[in-house]
């Protein structure tokens, strides 16, 4: 509310862009590579991305190279998986490298099936033998043993190059690889039905039985429109567009196959007849309209032309027609429900894939060239039975593609594993503390490091030494625990999200909880004589304040890093310091002059791809458009996220007018269905009190409506984004989301009451220090200036949001090794 919400809250976790200092990964490095390795004639090359991290290697160590699969790759690949914790273990090189046509390793000027003909597992494969070759050359490092790693497709690559060239790779991990490669890959619906038992199976073919009678009759569809959320344009007679439905149906559902308790809510839901018939059960189980979107767009044209597409993504996230092109010509997988007595129905053949494949990529693709391919894989690389040695398959029990994977031990060297309740590659991630504390530095009496959680999921990763705290923990002998915020994640208190049952969700609530969690560790694990230092950030790093404020008799002291600890409702000047870092927007002038005639709204629908119900007559729709656009580059700054992308892209003037610059920014795709932009299904979609670990947008503005605000507004005189986002929208948007009983009135005492009790920028406070981001638009409401002796305040140059969290690295300024040297020093004071 008021800022950039994300499910994550003001401090993401560290798999973000590589340009941001804060983080301080391995940098990206470019490897000079053939399009074409089987064509002697043909000399063109490309750039193709790889990471290195050398932190842990050891001189004669061994090489881990993590193989990149259908999608873009980044510096977490070999920072943050289990990959890493073995490297750091046998003192290896971490390595990983992109697959050609994925990310930003594209080889061709754009993506046309002419050119996809070089996209291949075999030409991947060569890729990596060449890559693995240079590195060798370039680090020397001829002595060394190569282990590859991947999971998925992936997987499937570091099984066929341990096969291909075991000369280079001695050993692979080959993790949920599907290597039965199939057309009609009806197995995977026939794990899903297996994995939801029989009495929920039985019910789901009762849904899809009437699913497929309502499509027969206008009556029918209309109840299943309306049972969907579905657009009106939905008639059932196109018989493509009923199979996308069903698809899409499916693999909602799909979703749900993870954690196991997500598979007991679909069952507890399709099993209880008083909620509704099959059909109505199945559509709240699979809740497919879950956003704020109006209604859903089951228009099967639409798909085909976005994946017609054959422009290149500039930010490198979009892979969905590299990798359909490689189902189409090498490995099939088509996730059918062709598999007799199937409790899906019979509305997702092989067919429905076939014209996919041949609408998309041309004619030449046919039913038979998509058998053959899959046949030529199978014969080249030996389907499920691989001739190779020294490979591990671990596979995930509620993974459906482990019916297409090594499920047994191939020979004494080829091992296969079957992890129970793991999903999908549910093995690369990295370990972690299901009790969420670490205790494998901490020393008998030493301290206790408690990270607090604020509006967003708590996990083992801040106990890590990717972190400042899991940094510190073993050079102060500390245990290192971190704690959730009620009402987020999985640590919610009430059935529901009501108005009525956010009435327990408040930081005073949360400060006594830490209190007692305090109290109960301490009896738990006899940390009688253990001193206390909390940590925090953003608005977890005002709760490390003011629980030091409120509970000295525990907490010796607190790291508050970005702690806006001053509450406001009108937060004018976060929209001043994002102009500063970007420069003028003279995209919002151009976009309030084209809301004043009929005719101008048109253009500004086209070059944003909004939806022809976009007027410019409602006054909160123009509100809501303004503040997207401005919420862009606000998390750009807030993040320091692609900056120099950003200030290319709007300085450019050949790229058309500051406005068409802001969609190229703001990433609009106009081969994707259009931009509903709408203030009234937003608030539907906020209002939405059902609880969703992943997702805390509703509970946090509750917050911000009830004790801080941090509202964003325009309202700064000058202001470079326009007047369309004042105080008074979001003071419109409390009431209409959790009642009327919020008002201007009520938001002011609630920060008049949040600032009188904690003392806003001066709080009654010892032994706390207030590290903050030059580039941070929240500097401005967090401690500037050491409040006495023992509470200092640290300014931390081109540094954003939180940016003193994360771990040191050898990359790290002098303004943040200065830092994190008052905040170490400091600690030492507070446990001495």
Not at 129 to 150: C, D, P
Not at 401 to 426: P, Q, R
């Amino acid at each position: 509310m008021g800022r950039p919400n994300d499910k994550y809250g003001f401090i993401r976790p560290p798999v973000v862009n590589n340009n941001d200092e804060s983080y301080r990964e391995p940098e990206g490095q470019w490897f000079e590579q053939r399009v074409d390795h089987f064509n002697k004639q043909d000399n063109r090359t490309f750039k193709q991305l790889y990471y290195v991290d050398d932190t842990h290697h050891k001189t004669d160590g061994p090489v881990f190279l993590m193989i990149g699969g259908e999608g873009a790759i980044d510096s977490t690949y070999v920072t943050s998986m289990f990959m890493t914790e073995m490297a750091q273990k046998y003192g290896a090189l971490a390595v990983a490298l992109e697959h050609r046509y994925y990310g930003k390793s594209i080889p061709t000027p754009d993506l046309s099936t002419q050119n996809l003909k070089y996209l291949s597992s075999e030409m991947a494969l060569k890729d990596t033998e060449q890559f693995a070759l240079y590195l060798t050359k370039k680090l020397s490092l001829e002595g060394n043993k190569w282990v590859v790693f991947g999971g998925s497709y992936s997987g499937n690559l570091a099984t066929w190059f341990r096969e291909k060239y075991p000369n280079i790779a001695i050993g692979a991990i080959a993790s949920s690889a599907p290597v039965g490669v199939v057309m009609d890959n009806m197995f995977y619906l026939g794990v899903m039905s297996e994995l939801m038992g029989k009495e929920c199976s039985d019910n789901i073919r009762k849904a899809h039985n009437e699913f497929e009678g309502l499509l027969k009759t206008p009556e029918g569809v209309i109840k299943l429109r309306k049972t969907l959320d579905l657009c009106q344009s939905f008639d059932g007679k196109n018989v493509d567009n009923n199979m996308y439905l069903a698809e899409q149906m499916v693999m909602f559902l799909g979703m749900h196959l993870s954690p196991e308790s997500a598979i007991n809510g679909v069952r507890k839901i399709m099993n209880d007849s008083s909620v509704g018939t099959p059909f109505e059960r199945y559509a709240k189980a699979i809740g497919m309209n879950n956003n704020d979107q109006d209604c859903l767009e089951i228009q099967h044209s639409i798909l085909i032309k976005s994946l017609q597409n054959t422009t290149i993504d500039p930010m490198g996230t979009i892979g969905m027609r590299q990798w359909l092109y490689q189902m189409c010509t090498e490995f099939g997988y088509f996730p059918t429900s062709d598999l007799p007595n199937s409790p899906f129905g019979h509305n997702i053949p092989v067919e429905y894939y076939i014209k996919q494949c041949t609408d998309i990529f041309g004619p030449q693709i046919t039913g038979q060239t998509i058998q053959k391919g899959v046949d030529r894989t199978n014969a080249n690389y030996g389907g499920l039975k691989p001739k190779v040695t020294n490979v591990v398959f671990p596979n995930g029990s509620l993974d459906p593609w482990h019916a297409i994977s090594v499920l047994k031990d191939l020979n004494n060297s080829t091992k296969a594993v079957m992890i129970e309740g793991g999903d999908h590659c549910y093995d690369m991630n990295k370990s972690s503390q299901s009790d969420s504390q670490k205790d494998s530095h901490y020393k008998s009496g030493g301290p206790v490091f408690l990270m607090i959680s604020g509006e967003s999921e708590a996990g083992a990763f801040w106990l890590t030494n990717k972190t400042y705290m899991g940094e510190m923990a073993p050079k102060f002998g500390a245990l290192a625990v971190v704690l959730e915020h009620r009402y987020y994640g999985k640590s919610v208190p009430t059935p529901d999200l009501s108005t009525e049952n956010l009435k327990y969700l408040s930081s005073e609530m949360a400060l006594k909880d830490t209190e007692q969690f305090a109290l109960y560790l301490t009896k738990k694990l006899s940390l009688e004589g253990s001193k206390w230092v909390v940590f925090g950030g953003s608005y977890s790093g005002n709760l490390a304040a003011w629980f030091r404020e409120k509970y000295p008799n525990i907490a010796a002291g607190a790291i508050a890093s970005s702690a806006p600890v001053e509450a406001v409702v009108d937060f004018m000047g976060y929209a001043g310091v994002v102009s500063e870092s970007l420069g003028k927007e003279k995209a919002f002038i151009e976009m309030e002059t084209l809301l004043k005639t009929p005719e101008s709204v048109i253009k500004l629908r086209k070059t944003l791809n909004m939806c022809d119900t976009f007027d410019g007559k409602n006054i909160n729709n123009n509100r809501l458009l303004a503040f997207n656009l401005m919420g862009t580059m606000a998390h750009a700054v807030q993040y320091n996220l692609h900056l120099d992308v950003i200030r290319k892209i709007m300085n450019d003037s050949s790229m058309g007018t500051p406005l068409e610059r802001y969609a190229t920014v703001q990433g609009v795709n106009h081969t994707k269905p259009c931009d509903d932009v709408n203030y009234n299904e937003m608030i539907k979609a906020s209002r939405n009190t059902t609880i969703d670990p992943h997702m805390m947008a509703r509970q946090w503005e509750y917050q911000a409506c009830n004790e801080f605000a941090y509202f964003i507004t325009t309202d700064l005189v000058n202001n470079p984004f326009g007047h369309n986002v004042p105080v008074e929208f979001w003071v419109q948007m409390c009431a209409d989301m959790y009642g009327s009983q919020f008002t201007p009135q009520s938001i002011q005492k609630a920060v008049d009451r949040t600032n009188a009790y904690y003392g806003g920028l001066k709080p009654n406070v010892t032994n706390v220090v207030f590290p903050n981001g030059s580039l941070d638009p929240y500097q401005a409401l967090s401690v500037l200036h050491d409040l006495n002796n023992s509470t200092k305040a640290v300014m931390i140059e081109n540094y954003s949001h939180g940016g003193d969290m994360w771990g040191s690295t050898p990359k790290d300024t002098q303004s943040l090794i200065n830092a994190h040297k008052l905040i170490e020093q400091q600690i030492a004071e507070y446990i001495k």
